[in-house]
């Protein structure tokens, strides 16, 4: 738990990001509440100026940076006490974060098997190598994959870690299946261990607390609910649900309630029929577009590795575009990092539309649960029998939609 200091601080810091003047730069962000900044890293999306990052990663249609902006801006104390001195060793180091498909697509392609992305995955992957030094990141993918680890009888999440292993070693060279088991015992370590984590599995119940958040929210679309009414309900059903409120989580759900609530300036995600309407595909993309949701989430928890002067910024790697639209859709602005007390958040550009629209839909009485003492303030303590119930009531409201949807024709 953060102390009571460091938490105030951070909420100070957020408030300058977030009032912040779109043409003010760093220096004068910071110069309006220098205090809350101390002991604080910071990175910052910056508009005008700053390392290019972002549009280095713009020459490759596969890759996607999860901040906006035009190029990266850092600070700390220590940055700032180098740069007095004219010598900021300031380093942003870029990883490809592969996602789910691509990762899958690994084995088949590196053993020359037949696959119809071969092409794609083969210019995503030099891409990586020419452009990223052939820095990939596997974990979120691996994530994704832990439940399948637990299936008897199936090698295929061994074998994808293995594939990774193996670009990560030897780049784009090909290698015959039995050169490429030589990496599974590595495979192994990894998954067993992640299996074993408790701190893996807390991720897992984050993941499905936003899929269930994304459950609900789409589900009030759909029956026709306002904007503040649905953001009301929201926060009612995760006061009920969790006994805490899940901010960013909360934040992706108002991001699908205002993306299927404005047809004009949407982006594709939330203009696709499965997710706007009942179909017999909405589940399975809900479902999709909850961990694509996510990948924010385990990216903060990625950039809290490197410390000091040193900064991870993370690249989405994936030949899925319904993934690049969801990350496009949640444009990220700056990143907190409190190493002392472990704690990071990362600030959304459009944050502060989310915060007002929040305030506007809570009442008084919702406001004195809110702050009621007594109420659970970790995500990390919700039941995992409570979260399953919940999932499984939400699917099965969303499957009796898509029955009577089919069932009067407006739907397929």
Known sequence: MMKTT??????????????RDRHQSLAQILSTDRDAFSGIRLLFASDFTGAPIQKALEQA?????????????????????????GRADLQFGVRAILDTNLFSDLPKFFTGDEIST???????????????????????????NLREVTKANNPWPFVKVAAAHHFAKRGLSSVDE??????IPAAEDQLLAWLASGDCWRQITRRDVCYAVTLFSILECWKGRAVN?????????????FDTLPLKEIYFGWKAIMGIHEPVGRLAVFGERAISHPTKDSLKRISALAWDLFIFRWCETLMTELKGSKFYIPAVTTLDSALLETIKACPLRAVLIDDVSEVVEAIFDDELDFQQCLSHSISEATQIRINDPERNPSVDQ?????LAQTIYSLEAEVADRV???????KTF
């Open 6 to 19: 460091n938490k105030e601080k951070f909420r100070r810091a957020k408030i300058a990001l977030l009032k």
């Open 61 to 85: 249609a596969c890759v996607n940076s999860l901040f906006c902006g035009k190029g990266m801006l850092a600070f700390s104390e220590e940055i700032h006490a180098q740069m007095s001195l």
């Open 118 to 144: 071969r092409r794609s995955v083969e210019m995503a992957l030099r891409f990586v190598q020419t452009t990223l030094g052939g820095h990939i990141d596997w974990t979120f993918a691996s994530l994704e």
């Open 178 to 183: 039995a050169g490429l088991l030589k990496y």
């Open 229 to 241: 009414d649905a953001m009301s309900n929201l926060v009612e059903f995760c006061l009920d649900s």
């Open 382 to 386: 919700i039941s995992r029998y409570g």
């Open 403 to 409: 029955k009577a949807a089919q069932k009067s024709g």
